[in-house]
């Protein structure tokens, strides 16, 4: 049931914009972090929000939306050039600026609208406080632990930190299904926004450590799709830097968009720009990988196979040689010699029919001896932790790292014992 004293929205909005206008009459100083910062083309007007500062990882207790119209954009950089200031508006930067507080009572819209800038203002923002715990987790050398572990050239076992059923794992797993190698991957999902986001995501580390997959993982990979500078601080972690330096395989980071940079892309391996892009990283060294086994294998084949044929003709051109010698001799002696040809042509037709086998069976053996499938045959490739083959027990000592490299996949040992044969 509804009374004569009953406010319509509009007339609701109404009083609150009275309120308003009577509380702030007059442009006020305000400081904030510029965050989601765009500019509408056509009109030359700017709108982003601006957000109270925070230390990394922890988001910002409040935001406002501001517009700043072409007109005053144009008056406040020629003030600022006066002053020998250049005006400019950059996402993750503090700023502190003159607003007017507007009130749409249409929609409810509450919007502070850019009057002023001051150029002398240095604040402290979001960024600056990352390019300091980046500094202070350089001198400690956390940055650069993970970095020193060497990345397989077949980096088929991957574990994964994301979130279960993102834009991220799809676009992840779907790059790698769609290259064609054996890839496994082995998720472990986190919270990727939120205050949750450091814990979580430490957490799937060392659930992947736990698991019973951990020793077999060649490469993890960290990633979550883009967001806002507020949405991505959550990373900016010293937590997650620290897990990732004690962590026993090299680390992916592929957190947001190409423009966007956090804490775990400099503590990590290897730093991608996309979820995307760093499934392509790992396709594309299994793809280097195949390359060279294919060439190798095709130099082989290439090298013997002019051989073989070449020693097939000479074995033919000797027998012909032969035949033509023998019926040239004087004729009382034809008919013994026409038996010593015949058992000669004979022995050199089976003679041939022999080397004929035998070149075959060289053939096949070339063709076993491919790299691949010597491989698949059940055969491993030991190297050092350079990547050099090892050929015999005298290249390595015990308790130096091995890497195996078999079908499918490849193994990390360490050399306990070593046994002369």
């Known amino acids: 049931m509804t009374g004569s004293s009953d406010l319509t929205v509009l007339q609701l909005n109404q009083s609150v914009k009275t309120v308003l206008q009577s509380a702030y009459p007059e442009p006020v100083w305000i400081r904030g972090v510029i ?6 083309s056509g009109r030359g007007h700017t709108y982003f929000q601006l957000a109270d500062p925070s230390d990394p990882g922890e988001q910002s207790p409040a935001v406002a939306d501001c517009a700043l119209f072409a007109g005053d954009r144009s008056r406040i950089s020629l003030e600022a050039g006066r002053k020998g200031k250049l005006f400019q508006l950059e996402n993750d930067t503090e700023v502190r600026i003159r607003v007017s507080i507007s009130f749409w009572d249409r929609s409810g819209r509450f919007q502070l609208i850019i009057k002023g800038f001051d150029a002398e203002f240095a604040g402290d923002s979001a960024a600056i406080h990352l390019q300091r715990l980046i500094a202070y987790l350089k001198d400690e050398g956390v940055l650069y632990e993970n970095g020193t572990l060497p990345l397989t050239e077949i980096p088929l076992r991957i574990g994964l930190v994301t979130s279960k059923g993102s834009a991220a794992e799809r676009d992840f797993v779907k790059t790698l299904d769609e290259s064609g190698y054996p890839f496994q991957v082995y998720a472990a999902y986190a919270s990727m926004q939120g205050s949750s986001t450091s814990d979580s995501v430490c957490n799937s580390f060392n659930r992947l450590m736990l698991s019973g997959t951990s020793e077999g993982l060649d490469a993890v990979v960290l990633t979550r799709g883009g967001g806002s500078a ?38 990590a391996h290897t730093r991608a720009k996309t979820p995307t892009h760093a499934a392509s990283l790992l396709v594309d060294m299994v793809a280097r990988f195949d390359d060279r086994v294919s060439s190798l294998s095709n130099a082989l084949v290439s090298s013997v196979s002019p051989r073989i044929r070449l020693e097939k003709l000479t074995l033919k051109n000797i027998g012909n040689n032969l035949t033509l010698h023998l019926a040239s001799l004087p004729s009382r002696k034809r008919e013994v010699l026409q038996k010593l040809a015949s058992k000669l042509n004979f022995s050199v037709t089976t003679k041939l029919h022999e080397l004929d086998s035998c070149i075959s069976e060289m053939e096949k053996q070339v063709e076993m001896r491919d790299p691949g499938k010597m491989l698949k045959l059940g055969w491993a490739v030991v190297r050092d932790i350079q990547g050099i083959p090892l050929r015999t027990i005298d290249a390595v000592d015990t308790g130096q790292t091995v890497n195996i490299s078999m079908d499918k996949g490849s193994l990390k040992a360490i050399v306990k014992e070593k046994i002369n044969d």
């Open 230 to 267: 507020t949405d991505l601080a959550w990373f900016n972690d010293e937590k997650i830097a620290r897990t990732i330096a004690q962590l026993p395989w090299p680390v992916v980071s592929g957190i947001g968009h190409e423009v966007d940079t956090t804490l775990p892309d400099h503590a």
């Open 35 to 40: 965050t989601g910062l765009r500019r509408v």
